[in-house]
């Protein structure tokens, strides 16, 4: 019953399988390899249209190199205040950046709020190089309690940042899971909504690590290759991410991987919904689900083997703890077993 | 026929099995996995001591996140002038050291010549701030031009990094092939010799992408979580470079891959060594090896499908190449074949 | 009637003559000069300690290279939400400790809130890497808003900073200003309550371009020369700061410029005091005041010739304009004539 | 006898009382008053055209400022392998750029041999990432062992920059010197012969604390105001900067100086001349003179109160010492004195 996170499970058969296969033989090292060109091209198939793919190591990587390669001196991220870029990698971006500022927006559960946004972008004022400038918008999608973006709310952060001028950039270490819960098409969800730069994350999805950077425009990316050099993650044997993404996307697989993840937390928020004792903190529709337990329930939770972490109340959540509950995060994967979710709702119900 | 780089080899049967083995289940990220500590114990086995041992992806990261670990503002790495750290990272390690200078030292044939390197050194007074402060020596054993350094040779180097306060790294890129080559011990070739931050490479020698920073003196090692964390190099399923370290590690496979390879470039110096058309540049003992060819030579094993670089002359070759010649490089890797290689000694013998 | 900014001033002439009476003969370079030394003197004497002091160019230098001094990888900065270190340096903290953040915490009024210091480090807990690691807290005093903390609160802070190993940091752009208005020490607003380094302002206060880092403990500066030369802060010709600072500490010049600085807004505070249309919007007793005008009031006195700039509400003031107000800062300097004092009442008065 | 740097000079009177001058009453801050807006004027007449003109505080924040503006991700500035900026700043440029790298091109006697540079640039085939990519070339003038190019030889390096695609930068600390012995125009010197940045320094030529970075393209200069702020190169007053420039380029002054300066030079060449212990190690003609003395020649004169610095062989002299010869580098500066360089002849003359 590991509900800790989805970076707890393992590589799905068919990714091991595909390293397995692409090992034998020799190929061309450091990304020009036949296999590297094949997925480059499943990529531009999956967006409906040619982009730049930049294979990298780990979701921070991404990130922070999608911030380089649109970085300018005292430049500043509009991220929401409580993003993974700004409270998870350790900084990171700053540091890929040589320093530009991750600049908190408020927004409820996780979600840029439009007009926090240009409340926030309009203490930049033209020229007034005290304050530094902005250079990107990120967002994460899904959110990192959850909950997601719908294209238009996407569409109309677009608007915004590129009425400045600024790179939109979108943390998609739980894209698949958004796909699935959204039904949007990739393409939909990105490059028509006006995302510029996306961090495709598939290693919490199946894979063991396979990050990569997609540039909707392929011009934008021309600085890319020196970025990523210098930034230590171009892998010699890129195969070996290659292999991964290859199988990962072939017949879908990446998209089935995610409705299951998606369809075990729509069951513990079935469990959470007939309890007398906890309940959902905030409607999700992903693979992250937020409960509010009683105390004591959390401690028979954990009593009978479920892994969760306890979590801090996000802002906007609406919600107040008594000092009887504690809020926490519960988050299921490709390889969650439909017995553990089942084990979980029963021990929940024997908590009544 | 394929004597690229050893970085155009797969990985290893072993390898790949090890991954869809630890592929199954749960296990906690980040590094803090069962299997990432039993491989940091093996680590302490191998070495003879208790080492503090990271897990990275790349070589590159290896070496410039050790370098960021023992950095000092206005800092200079003293290396060998052909050092892999100077001509091919695209400036990582100055980027992950915020601008540290890598300071060519000359040396005939890969290797830093101790008279030069004092000579170099002394150029740096003490508090005379503009030169800036050097922080390291590095050296890369198996060397850039497939040299290798004694035991002796690494201890008169490392009396001299020491006597400064100098931390003193060794890049290992190819240290298993200097392993079976000098037939030292692990701790021999490092510790022991006065290395006190080694890049341990494993992904040329039959693995997908293993490579760790190992201190010597774990003290030392106290800010390297921040430092990888910070460089995008703490990857979230850890277990993926464990579990190939694992099995390479395991019963010697490292070590026998190794003695594989150079043993498949022994053929190649023989089938060179009775040529009249080409010959050794100078003699290397590991799995590099450099030949002067006539160009109809080279286009004659070309043409019979050999691949292999043709190469800069380093430093102290002692070799000046009239017009009708060039100088190539050829490397073998744990999965050369025996085969290929009886086909380019054929090949180059039939050029006679 | 120039309220616009202390920067706005020149230089005193006593700071001017001794630039002239330094300039006639040769003196060594870089800091290494008599006079250099004798001024480094008077820094001992004047904080009634030994302490190692640095010369630098500009304020956003000493604040920025004094976070270098003490930076750990993934560095965080606790600063009050609305500091000169966050809102105006251009990222420049960021970039010269290669990303650190600046991690804003709550308080009203421009002085970070014990209890929220307290709450935002909560955050950090020891070994949780991903969340980064604090390294340091800053104040400012005089705050961007014009109020003072007292030496009870300093040490107070000072106490939670020390705590959890973090250095403790004050930005002293305001410094004198600062002294003459709480007729603290020097020692006792510093060390002595528990400040590790000082950014020591005095182009504000009547000097062209004279700024310092103190370190109260000397043995903490030892990297420091690296990094101001790295930094681009060591001057050439030091002597031309270290006259200023000679002249600007001699028989109280600082003390007298700033008191009188302090005087001027103290007769601000007075007009608006007796206006019926404009008011303080809060209390303070430095050389900065803040009004809220109503609009016509504004434009009244701007059309008598006063400039000044509007101002953004502050976290925590307890005010909120209404449509007809606005806020505005006054800042007064060693320069400011009574008269113009004088006149700008009178314009006030003679709006009621 | 000071012929230890011309960084040991002070300031000339004009300057210093410039200063004074523009001490009185209010100005704007930040680079905006109308002192300010003169000096740039002044400098679009002293090149003959429209120029961005920025100050800052010295000269390697000038070069590393400069470098930071045309820089590129794992960026290589191509120098003069005895460069001030890879010998003498600690660091600085590769700290501003992030970590670019400087890399050392032959030439005989400190100035960049054009051949050399084609031959070290070829070594950066497009598109190879792994060598980093080439984004400057940079040349001082006058150089570090005081010998200068011409016009046309300014030209030839432009031409190869240019092909590249690179910018070509001057490291103009004794422009100055270099224009008076050049008798070229500051255009002709400059951006007619293909230079793109200029690194104008005054300090060592009778201002305290005046350098300024000059973009003959200003289009160039439009990120440059946030590269200098966030560089902690912005200075509050900049007025003291512009009063040194407005009085050192008033009717000439800066030329003025700079020929006394070299005058004094030739003096001392001169009297290196008629010496039978002595002589000048290579011929120059600005204000640098290297000469090579009998070791009791260089202890008597320093007993006799000259105060010079031993050198180090620069590359390509042309020069070896014996054991009983020393090489010394003469500054002469425009404070320098008529009767000092007598004296100093005379002592020479006296160990005849």
């Given at each position: 019953?590991?509900?800790?996170?989805?970076?707890?499970?393992?590589?799905?058969?068919?990714?091991?399988?595909?390293?397995?296969?692409?090992?034998?033989?020799?190929?061309?090292?450091?990304g020009?390899s036949d296999l590297d060109k094949a997925v480059e091209q499943r990529f531009n198939e999956i967006f409906e249209r040619e982009v730049a793919v930049?294979f990298?190591?780990?979701?921070?990587?991404?990130?922070?190199?999608?911030?380089?390669?649109?970085?300018?001196?005292?430049?500043?991220?509009?991220?929401?205040?409580?993003?993974?870029?700004?409270?998870?990698?350790?900084?990171?971006?700053?540091?890929?950046?040589?320093?530009?500022?991750?600049?908190?927006?408020?927004?409820?559960?996780?979600?840029?709020?439009?007009?926090?946004?240009?409340?926030?972008?309009?203490?930049?004022?033209?020229?007034?190089?005290?304050?530094?400038?902005?250079?990107?918008?990120?967002?994460?999608?899904?959110?990192?309690?959850?909950?997601?973006?719908?294209?238009?709310?996407?569409?109309?952060?677009?608007?915004?940042?590129?009425?400045?001028?600024?790179?939109?950039?979108?943390?998609?270490?739980?894209?698949?899971?958004?796909?699935?819960?959204?039904?949007?098409?990739?393409?939909?969800?990105?490059?028509?909504?006006?995302?510029?730069?996306?961090?495709?994350?598939?290693?919490?999805?199946?894979?063991?690590?396979?990050?990569a950077?997609v540039?909707?425009?392929p011009?934008?990316?021309?600085?890319?290759?020196?970025?990523?050099?210098?930034?230590?993650?171009?892998?010699?044997?890129?195969?070996?991410?290659a292999?991964?993404f290859m199988?990962?996307l072939d017949?879908?697989?990446?998209?089935?991987?995610?409705?299951?993840?998606?369809?075990?937390?729509?069951?513990?928020?079935?469990?959470?919904?007939?309890?007398?004792?906890?309940?959902?903190?905030?409607?999700?529709?992903?693979?992250?689900?937020?409960?509010?337990?009683?105390?004591?329930?959390?401690?028979?939770?954990?009593?009978?083997?479920?892994?969760?972490?306890?979590?801090?109340?996000?802002?906007?959540?609406?919600?107040?703890?008594?000092?009887?509950?504690?809020?926490?995060?519960?988050?299921?994967?490709?390889?969650?077993?439909?017995?553990?979710?089942?084990?979980?709702?029963?021990?929940?119900?024997?908590?009544?």
């Amino acid at each position: 019953m590991i509900f800790a996170s989805d970076n707890w499970s393992g590589a799905h058969p068919a990714i091991s399988a595909a390293l397995s296969t692409h090992g034998a033989g020799m190929a061309a090292a450091y990304g020009s390899s036949d296999l590297d060109k094949a997925v480059e091209q499943r990529f531009n198939e999956i967006f409906e249209r040619e982009v730049a793919v930049f294979f990298v190591g780990t979701g921070t990587a991404a990130n922070s190199l999608s911030f380089a390669a649109v970085n300018r001196p005292g430049g500043v991220v509009m991220c929401h205040r409580e993003a993974h870029v700004v409270e998870d990698e350790c900084g990171a971006p700053e540091f890929f950046t040589h320093g530009a500022r991750m600049a908190p927006v408020d927004g409820a559960l996780g979600r840029i709020d439009p007009a926090q946004l240009r409340h926030e972008l309009a203490r930049f004022r033209p020229g007034f190089i005290h304050a530094g400038q902005p250079m990107a918008v990120t967002i994460s999608q899904a959110s990192e309690v959850g909950t997601l973006y719908s294209r238009d709310e996407i569409s109309a952060l677009a608007a915004i940042a590129h009425e400045q001028d600024l790179a939109f950039h979108m943390d998609g270490a739980r894209f698949a899971n958004a796909l699935a819960a959204t039904k949007l098409s990739p393409a939909d969800m990105t490059w028509r909504a006006g995302i510029d730069i996306l961090s495709f994350g598939a290693t919490k999805n199946g894979c063991w690590c396979a990050e990569a950077v997609v540039f909707f425009d392929p011009e934008k990316a021309r600085q890319f290759p020196y970025i990523r050099k210098r930034g230590a993650q171009l892998f010699s044997k890129t195969r070996f991410i290659a292999a991964q993404f290859m199988a990962y996307l072939d017949d879908g697989l990446w998209l089935t991987l995610a409705a299951h993840a998606n369809l075990m937390a729509d069951q513990l928020r079935d469990a959470l919904a007939h309890s007398n004792r906890a309940r959902q903190a905030w409607d999700t529709r992903s693979n992250e689900v937020f409960a509010i337990l009683e105390r004591p329930v959390a401690d028979a939770l954990r009593a009978e083997g479920a892994v969760f972490y306890d979590w801090n109340m996000p802002h906007g959540s609406g919600q107040a703890l008594n000092e009887n509950e504690v809020l926490v995060r519960l988050v299921t994967s490709w390889s969650t077993e439909p017995a553990d979710v089942e084990r979980f709702a029963a021990a929940l119900a024997a908590t009544a």
